[in-house]
């Protein structure tokens, strides 16, 4: 054996070493747990608009009709996609059944979660009917609260009696370690242009929507819920049904098409959203709260669609008429009646795998499922952890 002589290092130069193994040693201490140890949600309750209603809208005013769920269900589910949502990939990555509808009686199994979402819903009330507003839906966040505030306690009410009960509903231990997922506020922002107000005017009352926002999350924390999912809304400005409605001039068009000033406001409420988180994290000691972007994601695949492997990334598949396939009064599975025979009008593309928007609106399945592999392994999240981790707080 090679007999070795001692290493004097000086002292300054020993404590920097000893505090980069000391940071290292945290680092890999902190990898190999939560590598080891990934969160087991038993369900899941999801709070939303239309990005995530598996129908509950439908259950209460109708259910949109064919083509709606053709690429995946072969049928209409109530999803306003042509087949699964950001919330059903969520689901089958932790292993959990698709959501039932919470407003939705027929068939519903609530024993791994439900899903409170409804499409047009806001966080703030309209104070409107959903005639009258066009589209937006009397089930704001606050009666999404109630409505799961009313089902946590009868949930348990009716367990209680056994029988056929206890395979439907969940068990009370699940309200705590479920994951509670919002995908929620981009109506808010829409409402704002479709009642003629003005940029500022709608940015203007973001805060009053984010407060609003706060007192759902606290609410629900004080009824257990500790691990909550929250993405910020998407690229509006970048929507069929918002580039051809409220239209702006050329120099407020982005290179990918899409309107500039819908957008600006877009991350003018995601930058107060993760602010909110923040002061949610503050006073929730307890609570695990990832802040999901979603905007980047969507963004990247509409502004770079052919590089993804999509094209007509600002072109609905579903719809009627017009440069970007979309028309308000004849949308996605619209018909018209010639000679008394029923002619859909309101046709899919040949080929939904390949395209960004649905219907104007909505993303296509093949988009929801790109969005959700760029968010799933949290890099687009703060804290930056991936899905089946958000149980764990950020340190």
Same mark, same amino acid.
């Given at each position: 054996m090679m007999n070795m002589k001692p290493l004097i290092v000086p002292a300054g130069i020993m404590n920097t070493l000893c505090l980069v193994v000391l940071y290292c040693s945290i680092i890999i201490t902190d990898n190999s747990v939560s590598g080891?140890?990934?969160?087991?949600?038993?369900?899941?309750?999801n709070f939303g608009d239309s990005n995530s209603d598996t129908g509950g809208l439908s259950a209460a005013f109708g259910q949109p009709g064919y083509p709606y769920g053709e690429s995946f269900f072969h049928h209409p589910v109530g999803r306003y996609c042509d087949g699964r949502l950001l919330v059903d990939f969520i689901a089958e990555k932790l292993g959990l059944p698709y959501l039932n509808a919470y407003l939705d009686a027929v068939g519903s199994n609530f024993s791994h979660g439900a899903n409170f979402a409804t499409a047009g819903s806001t966080i703030r009330p309209q104070n409107t009917t959903l005639h009258q507003t066009g589209g937006f839906s009397p089930f704001s966040l606050d009666v999404q609260f109630t409505q799961f505030n009313d089902f946590q306690r009868r949930t348990q009410f009716f367990r209680n009696?056994?029988?056929?009960?206890?395979?439907?509903?969940?068990?009370?231990?699940?309200?705590?370690?479920?994951?509670?997922?919002?995908?929620?506020?981009?109506?808010?922002?829409?409402?704002g242009y479709f009642h003629n107000m003005s940029i500022n005017q709608v940015k203007a009352y973001v805060p009053d929507v984010l407060d609003q926002f706060k007192n759902t999350i606290k609410n629900i924390y004080a009824h257990g819920g500790r691990s909550f999912w929250i993405h910020n809304t998407g690229p509006v400005g970048c929507l069929p049904y918002i580039i051809e409605l409220h239209k702006v001039t050329s120099d407020k068009v982005d290179k990918a098409g899409c309107a500039i000033p819908y957008n600006e406001v877009a991350k003018f409420f995601n930058h107060e959203l993760k602010q909110a988180v923040v002061q949610l994290r503050k006073k929730l000691p307890s609570a695990?709260?990832?802040?999901?972007?979603?905007?980047?994601?969507?963004?990247?695949l509409i502004s770079q669609a052919y590089r993804h492997g999509f094209k007509?990334? *600002?072109?609905?598949? @579903? &719809?009627?008429?017009? !440069?970007?396939?979309?028309? *308000?009064?004849?949308? @996605? &599975?619209?018909?018209? !009646?010639?000679?008394g025979k029923e002619i859909l009008i309101g046709k899919p593309c040949k080929d939904p795998s390949v395209v960004v928007n649905w219907d104007g609106v909505h993303l296509?399945?093949?988009?929801?499922?790109?969005?959700?592999?760029?968010?799933?392994d949290g890099s687009l999240s703060d804290p930056p952890i991936p899905l089946n981790m958000a149980c764990y707080k950020h340190s």
């Open positions: 080891s140890r990934k969160c087991e949600f038993p369900a899941i309750f009696k056994g029988g056929i009960y206890k395979t439907l509903l969940p068990k009370a231990e699940y309200f705590s370690r479920a994951l509670y997922t919002f995908d929620i506020g981009q109506n808010d922002l829409a409402s695990a709260i990832t802040y999901v972007d979603v905007y980047s994601a969507k963004y990247s007509e990334p *600002l072109r609905a598949c @579903c &719809g009627h008429g017009g !440069k970007y396939n979309y028309n *308000l009064h004849i949308g @996605c &599975g619209a018909k018209v !009646k010639i000679d296509t399945q093949a988009a929801n499922k790109w969005v959700f592999e760029q968010i799933v």
